[in-house]
């Protein structure tokens, strides 16, 4: 499968808990009058070789997303956004997502007839 070719061209070891999600969830505030936006992230920045990782990461997850398994799809749209200067901070949500494609590796798409 193609995650789990991915995993490995990564070096990116098997999770000891399955990731189900791809991505960190935001709690809302239940009855809070105004919703705050996130704190600007201040975590170090990686290094060039670490860029280029995190920029092969993405373009590979993001073809394998966009012709299988679209449930990527808005994990890979929020880090991307982080692609050009990473820090610490997006290689945790990378990780996280790596985590997600070696907890899920057989993705498939069905379509059905419609009755």
Do not use: W
């Not at 692609?83 to 990780?95: L, R, V």
């Amino acid at each position: 499968m193609p995650t789990t070719s991915s995993t490995f061209r990564f070096q990116h070891p098997t999770p000891s808990r399955p990731q189900d999600s791809p991505h960190n969830h935001d709690i809302p505030k239940y009855g809070a009058k105004i919703q705050y936006a996130k704190e600007p992230d201040t975590t170090a920045a990686l290094n060039t070789k670490d860029t280029k990782k995190v920029q092969e990461i993405f373009s590979t997850l993001l073809y394998y997303a966009q012709a299988i398994d679209s449930t990527m799809l808005p994990a890979i749209g929020t880090l991307s956004t982080q692609q050009s200067a990473p820090t610490n901070k997006t290689m945790e949500g990378i990780t996280q997502l790596l985590n997600y494609c070696a907890s899920n590796p057989n993705a498939i798409v069905r379509y059905q007839k419609a009755t």
